[in-house]
C-alpha cells in the first residue's frame, strides 16, 4: 500500500492562495494519475483535478483558472496551487493516487491520503 503525507493546508484569508502538496512513499511500482479531491462539511467528496504521469491535467470547472495542479514524478508528490481563494474552498482536500500494483502494470490500485484542512475566511 502506498503511504501518502499530505502538507500545507491551513488558514487563509478570501482572496489569498495556498499551495498543499501529498507525497507518496512505499510506491514500488509505476504510479499513475494522482489527484486532489475535497470534502466540505455536510457534502459529499468531489473532484479538484488530476494530473496523469505524462502531465495531461483535468479540472472542476468551478476551480479551473484559479487551481493548478502539478507533480514531480522524480519525487512522487503531487500539488495544488490554489489562489483566489473563497470561503466556499473550504474543505478537507484529500490526495488521491493510483498506481501499479505489479511490474506489468495489469492491474491498479487507488489509496487515499489522510487530507489536510484547508480554511478561507471570509
Known amino acids: 500500500q502506498v503511504q501518502l503525507v499530505e502538507s500545507g493546508g491551513g488558514l487563509v484569508q478570501a482572496g489569498g492562495s495556498l499551495r498543499i502538496s501529498c507525497a507518496a512513499s512505499?510506491?514500488?511500482?509505476?504510479?499513475?494519475?494522482m489527484g486532489w479531491y475535497r470534502q466540505a462539511p455536510g457534502k459529499q467528496r468531489e473532484l479538484v483535478a488530476t494530473?496523469?504521469?505524462?502531465?495531461?491535467?483535468n479540472y472542476a470547472d468551478s476551480m479551473e483558472g484559479r487551481f493548478t495542479i502539478s507533480r514531480d514524478n522524480a519525487q512522487n508528490t503531487v500539488y495544488l496551487q490554489m489562489t483566489s481563494l473563497k470561503p466556499e474552498d473550504t474543505a478537507v482536500y484529500y490526495c488521491n493516487v493510483a498506481y501499479c500494483s505489479n511490474p506489468f502494470c495489469t492491474t491498479e490500485r487507488n489509496d487515499w491520503g489522510q487530507g489536510t484542512q484547508v480554511t478561507v475566511s471570509s
Open positions: 494530473i496523469t504521469r505524462d502531465g495531461n491535467t
Open positions: 512505499r510506491a514500488i511500482f509505476r504510479i499513475k494519475t
